[in-house]
């Protein structure tokens, strides 16, 4: 039963810096919608949706990190078979035996001392949509067999004498240069071609920096709530860094960096590091002060280092800092 506050006692009220509790935290999770803010992402919905509503196999190409799987499961939510599997297979993952099993599985008996009949991903994607990651990765020996499925809408099963049907939907991506691939002979012309139909490549971040202030927000919502820390105010300098910075591991770099100023608490590592103090990363180096971090920073460097890696070292230094401090504190006996 809850208790009356008394009379004139002044409500009380959660800072609100204060970290939400996980109940709190998974109540005010919102939706984002990595399609709305940035013309090119615009242009690659309208070519989803456009590609959704046939059967046709679609390839989603570009770089590490740019959000190749995001746009998988914008078209399979806006394909006619929403409501059935989106099975997701990393080609990069598992070594070709492996892998064969994976996506064709196997009959009772087919290896020795395996009593039990596996279904692979076609069979569960059935009526849903298969999701080939990396497809670049697949050996040759398989590319055959996914082309054979692909033309025929059939697969066997390993050890297995019937055929199966495979009613499911096909997406792939690749990091790759598929063309070079063919050329090296360590891609199937045929099944190139027939990928290469339908090409969605997705935009690298650098080419959608209007989406880099609302990531931001994003990412600093969602690591708030899953660490329960306090949200930190993005400095103005680091957030000119942000829009000026190449971003060579696109989204997922950025992400990375967000999360680790959550959960270090400060940005202050960031802006030093990326505004002089090392004068190799920039064209023409300044040192950074308390005083003048809010001014225009340089432009990057083309050899600048990714923030992963400055991160990284930031994170290094600052343990060997508080190491120090305890050894000293402790006379340097390490005991």
Same mark, same amino acid.
């Given at each position: 039963?809850?208790?009356?506050?008394?009379?004139?006692?002044?409500? @009380?009220?959660k800072?609100?810096?204060?970290?939400?509790?996980?109940?709190?935290?998974?109540?005010?999770?919102?939706?984002?919608?990595?399609f709305?803010?940035?013309?090119?992402?615009? $242009?690659?919905?309208?070519?989803?949706?456009?590609?959704?509503?046939?059967?046709?196999?679609?390839?989603?190409?570009?770089?590490?990190?740019?959000?190749?799987?995001? $746009?998988?499961?914008?078209?399979? @939510?806006?394909?006619p078979?929403?409501?059935?599997?989106?099975?997701?297979?990393?080609?990069?993952?598992?070594?070709?035996?492996?892998?064969?099993?994976?996506?064709?599985?196997?009959?009772?008996?087919?290896?020795?001392?395996?009593?039990?009949?596996?279904? #692979?991903?076609?069979?569960?994607?059935?009526?849903?949509?298969?999701?080939?990651?990396?497809?670049?990765?697949?050996?040759?020996?398989?590319?055959?067999k996914?082309?054979?499925?692909?033309q025929?809408?059939?697969?066997?099963?390993i050890?297995?004498?019937?055929?199966? @049907?495979?009613?499911?939907?096909?997406?792939?991506?690749?990091?790759?240069?598929?063309?070079?691939? +063919?050329?090296? #002979?360590?891609?199937?012309?045929?099944?190139?071609?027939?990928?290469? $139909?339908?090409m969605?490549?997705?935009?690298?971040?650098?080419?959608?920096?209007?989406?880099?202030? +609302?990531l931001?927000?994003?990412?600093?919502?969602?690591?708030t709530?899953?660490?329960?820390?306090?949200?930190?105010?993005?400095?103005? /300098?680091?957030?000119?860094?942000?829009?000026?910075?190449?971003?060579? #591991?696109?989204?997922?770099?950025?992400?990375?960096?967000?999360?680790?100023?959550?959960?270090?608490?400060?940005?202050?590592?960031?802006?030093?590091?990326?505004?002089?103090?090392?004068?190799?990363?920039?064209?023409?180096?300044?040192?950074?002060?308390?005083?003048?971090?809010?001014?225009?920073?340089?432009?990057?460097?083309?050899?600048?280092?990714?923030?992963?890696?400055?991160?990284?070292?930031? /994170?290094?230094?600052?343990?060997?800092?508080?190491?120090?401090q305890v050894?000293?504190?402790?006379?340097?006996n390490?005991?």
């Open positions: 039963m809850n208790r009356a506050r008394p009379s004139g006692e002044p409500a @009380r009220f800072p609100i810096d204060e970290p939400l509790s996980l109940e709190k935290a998974r109540a005010s999770s919102h939706t984002y919608d990595p709305a803010h940035s013309a090119a992402m615009r $242009a690659l919905k309208r070519a989803i949706v456009r590609a959704a509503s046939t059967n046709a196999t679609v390839l989603f190409t570009g770089e590490r990190g740019v959000g190749k799987e995001l $746009a998988a499961k914008a078209l399979h @939510r806006e394909s078979r929403p409501h059935h599997a989106l099975i997701k297979v990393s080609c990069a993952g598992l070594p070709a035996d492996l892998l064969d099993e994976e996506l064709f599985g196997h009959e009772r008996g087919a290896f020795p001392d395996d009593h039990r009949r596996k279904p #692979g991903k076609f069979q569960l994607a059935n009526r849903g949509t298969l999701f080939l990651d990396e497809i670049t990765e697949m050996p040759l020996a398989l590319q055959v996914l082309l054979l499925v692909l025929a809408r059939e697969f066997s099963w050890d297995n004498r019937h055929e199966a @049907r495979a009613d499911g939907r096909v997406i792939a991506s690749t990091n790759r240069d598929l063309a070079q691939l +063919v050329d090296k #002979g360590l891609f199937r012309k045929d099944l190139h071609d027939r990928l290469n $139909a339908v969605l490549p997705v935009p690298p971040l650098r080419e959608r920096r209007e989406e880099i202030p +609302v931001v927000k994003h990412f600093l919502d969602r690591y709530r899953q660490y329960l820390r306090p949200r930190p105010a993005i400095l103005p /300098a680091t957030m000119e860094l942000f829009r000026v910075y190449p971003w060579p #591991g696109n989204v997922r770099e950025l992400e990375s960096t967000v999360k680790r100023i959550v959960v270090l608490g400060t940005q202050d590592w960031l802006v030093q590091k990326l505004r002089g103090l090392h004068t190799p990363m920039w064209s023409s180096p300044q040192r950074a002060t308390t005083a003048d971090r809010s001014q225009t920073v340089p432009a990057l460097a083309d050899d600048a280092p990714s923030l992963t890696a400055i991160g990284r070292a930031a /994170a290094l230094q600052a343990e060997r800092g508080v190491l120090k050894l000293d504190r402790v006379r340097w390490r005991r």
